[in-house]
């Protein structure tokens, strides 16, 4: 197993820390708007939203990986060298 550098233990703390403080402001604010309360058509439009939102990002990423595995991003790359050309 590779050795991990003192800056990448502090990244990672630094990066986990900053996911525990958003899950702790996530959950004070879910808990201080617990006035209201949201009727059926609010929580269609949340389930549509993230249904979309799903089906939008694994598109995508699909359209991502089929690109790289393809070649056709091969020409956006002017630094990429190819196979069998010379130095």
Same mark, same amino acid.
């Given at each position: 197993?590779?050795?991990? +550098?003192?800056?990448?233990?502090? =990244?990672?703390?630094?990066?986990?820390?900053? @996911?525990?403080?958003?899950?702790?402001? !996530?959950? +004070?604010?879910?808990?201080? #708007? +617990?006035?209201?309360?949201?009727?059926?058509?609010?929580?269609? !439009? @949340?389930? @549509?939203? !993230?249904?979309?939102? =799903?089906?939008?990002?694994?598109? @995508?990423?699909?359209?991502?990986?089929? #690109?790289?595995? #393809?070649?056709?991003? $091969?020409?956006?790359?002017?630094?990429?060298?190819?196979?069998?050309? $010379?130095?």
């Amino acid at each position: 197993m590779k050795n991990i +550098s003192a800056g990448q233990i502090a =990244l990672l703390v630094a990066l986990g820390a900053m @996911l525990i403080l958003t899950g702790v402001w !996530a959950v +004070s604010i879910w808990g201080a #708007s +617990s006035g209201g309360e949201m009727g059926k058509h609010g929580w269609i !439009a @949340l389930g @549509l939203g !993230a249904f979309f939102s =799903l089906v939008i990002g694994c598109g @995508l990423m699909a359209l991502m990986f089929f #690109s790289s595995r #393809s070649g056709r991003d $091969d020409v956006a790359d002017p630094f990429r060298r190819r196979s069998g050309e $010379d130095r």
